[in-house]
Structure formats: structure tokens, C-alpha cells
């Protein structure tokens, strides 16, 4: 099992520019998240989705956009990158059997952004 | 609203000690707290849980503890080595929502 697959590992854009982080896992999981992580800031929730065709805005939803169209993907859409997005993003996944408070997270090895 | 608060000094101590850290929240009702281990570069990577009704969860070396009283969490290492300096992460769910959301995390430092 590849576990939580992101992609690109790294990324620079233009301010202005849009992109599309990918995240994708392979079991199965019914939960998966997005969270960015800046320096003396922690782990800071974007959005998240509790199955296919669901999902919610988490802590810093502003400025992102994610949708769910199957259980394995989960992409991140910056529509216009401001230099304030600069961070590094990670896409988490848990099991969604119940109760699903059992179980804890998968995180990917996340995503690098510069936005100059 | 809610919070979830770690100090956020470094914790230092040497090796084959006890490494105590610390996870105080607010306003989680029921509560489902996580520790996570995350070693510069990566992803976190999940150790273990602990449910509202559980007052103490072991795994190896790893102890966690939960007071509701408190609101408290204390994450315990015993006989420590080098290999454990990381940042640990605790997180809270509440309920059955996708929701996990993290404290600022503790950076420990083992020393030989």
C-alpha cells in the first residue's frame, strides 16, 4: 500500500497564478483532510471531507477550494496564490468505520509552496 | 471557542529519563485526543489515542493520560533515547466529524 500519496513534493508560483495540489490514498478511507503548516504555527485545518461528494471548511478555509468526487482523491485548488499562502501543505486520511473516533490519521509527506 | 494549547518551549532532558509533555484544551466535548510524532521534513505520523472514559492509554514506552477534570492530557516517554527527539502533536476530535484539529506541538531533545 502506497498509504497517502501528494503531489508535487515541491512547487513555486507566481502571485496570481492557480494550481491544484493532488492527494490521493489507497485504503479505503472515508475521512481525509487538508492542513497547512507554517513555522511557530502548528498544523492548521483547510477543509475537510467526510466521504465522497462531502466536505467542510476547517480553520483557514479562505482563499482554498476542495471538492470530493471519489473515496481515493481529495485535491486542493489555490484559484489565486498570494505570497501569504507560502506554507507547507499536508493531506491526511482516516478510517471512517465506526466509531471512527478509534482511529488516528495518515498524513502524506506533504507539499512545499512558494508563492513569490 | 475551542482550543488546544502545548508549551511551546523546548523540552530537553537526557537520555534514559522521563520526557512528560503537556496538551491543555477547551471546550471539546466529547473529547477524542491524539498524539502524533512529526521528525523534521515529514509528514506526522499517529502513536495513540485516548477517549474521554480512558483514563490512561500505554504503548511500549509511550504513556498517555487523560483528566476531563483538568481538561489535560500529559504524554509521557519513559526510559528516553536520542532517537525519540521530535515534535509531538497533540489533536482533538470531536465527535464523529472529520474534524482533528492541532495544538502547536512540543519539540523534545534527547541527549545523550
Known amino acids: 500500500n502506497a498509504g497517502v500519496t501528494q503531489t508535487p513534493k515541491f512547487q513555486v508560483l507566481k502571485t496570481g497564478q492557480s494550481m491544484t495540489l493532488q492527494c490521493a490514498q489507497d485504503m479505503n478511507h472515508e475521512y481525509m483532510s487538508w492542513y497547512r503548516q507554517d513555522p511557530g504555527m502548528g498544523l492548521r485545518l483547510i477543509h475537510y471531507s467526510v466521504g465522497a461528494g462531502i466536505t467542510d471548511q476547517g480553520e483557514v478555509p479562505n482563499g482554498y477550494n476542495v471538492s470530493r468526487s471519489t473515496t481515493e482523491d481529495f485535491p486542493l485548488r489555490l484559484l489565486s496564490a498570494a505570497p501569504s499562502q507560502t506554507s507547507v501543505y499536508f493531506c491526511a486520511s482516516s478510517s471512517g468505520l465506526t466509531p471512527p473516533t478509534l482511529y488516528g490519521y495518515t498524513f502524506g509527506s506533504g507539499t512545499r509552496l512558494t508563492v513569490v | 471557542s475551542q482550543k488546544i494549547e502545548q508549551n511551546s518551549e523546548a523540552l530537553n532532558i537526557q537520555e534514559g529519563k522521563t520526557a512528560t509533555l503537556t496538551c491543555n484544551y477547551t471546550n471539546y466535548s466529547p473529547a477524542y485526543l491524539q498524539w502524533y510524532r512529526q521528525d523534521p521534513g515529514r509528514g506526522p505520523v499517529f502513536l495513540l489515542l485516548i477517549r474521554e472514559n480512558e483514563k490512561e492509554k500505554r504503548k511500549e514506552r509511550l504513556k498517555v493520560t487523560f483528566d476531563t477534570t483538568l481538561k489535560q492530557s500529559l504524554f509521557h516517554i519513559t526510559a528516553s533515547q536520542p532517537a525519540d527527539s521530535a515534535t509531538y502533536l497533540c489533536?482533538?476530535?470531536?465527535?464523529?466529524?472529520?474534524?482533528?484539529?492541532f495544538g502547536q506541538g512540543t519539540t523534545l531533545q534527547v541527549k545523550p
Open positions: 489533536a482533538l476530535r470531536s465527535g464523529n466529524t472529520g474534524k482533528l484539529i
